[in-house]
């Protein structure tokens, strides 16, 4: 989809988030946040992992794409990948990512599911921190969101989703105007 990627752009557009966003990468060709980026004026490029012969090796050229754009700060959007502890290394408690669901609860893959057959009655989004562990970061912000009774995957996905467009972008900028990411100009 590429929404939050794009909510990140649109924001820095706007002036919502200090941050000059320098590159989309995808480790996918077919990723839809490819033509958003490029549409909103991004650049972007395309690093296959199935073109190394390991997950250090993609990482470590994963790593130099975005030194050589200039990023600072690395915001995941959909990368459906965990990261070694080498790219960590590179970004020292400068990669932030957000999940669908109020962590640690849910962590990992398909949470709406989850969710749903657990009975849960409130959700949300979590906007962290990456280390090591998927998903178990500091949290930077997070937004409940109420699963109805008559919630499929499909509808609540949709309004955490929402939620998510919104949320990011703001936690975003909270960060990088906090003590946590005194650098100067962002560049993401």
């Known amino acids: ?3 939050n ?9 706007e002036g919502r988030l200090s941050a000059d966003v320098r590159v989309v990468v995808s480790n996918r060709a077919d990723a839809p ?4 980026a490029a549409a909103l004026g991004v650049p972007t490029q395309v690093i296959s ?24 700060l690395v915001a995941l959007a959909g990368f459906m990948r965990v990261l070694t502890p080498n790219f960590l290394a590179r ?7 957000i999940h669908p669901s109020l962590l640690p609860n849910f962590p990992g893959l398909n949470p709406h599911r989850r969710v749903l057959e657990h009975g849960v ?26 699963v109805r009774p008559d919630d499929t995957e499909e509808t ?4 955490v989703l929402a939620v998510e467009n919104r949320l990011y972008p703001e936690a975003l900028e909270a960060f990088i105007r ?11």
């Open 121 to 146: 009655k409130v959700t949300g989004c979590t906007v962290h921190l990456v280390v090591e562990d998927p998903d178990a970061g500091p949290v930077l912000a997070q937004e409940a969101v109420e």
């Open 49 to 72: 992992h199935r073109d190394f012969p390991s997950r250090e090796a993609f990482d470590s050229a994963l790593a130099d794409c975005l030194e050589a754009h200039g990023v600072e």
């Open 156 to 159: 609540l996905a949709a309004r």
């Open 33 to 36: 946040g490819l033509e958003r």
């Open 5 to 13: 990627m794009a909510a990140l752009i649109t924001a820095a557009k």
């Open 91 to 97: 970004f020292p408690s400068r990669i932030v990512n």
């Open 1 to 3: 989809r590429g929404t």
């Open 178 to 188: 906090s003590r946590f990411f005194a650098r100067g100009d962002s560049r993401c």
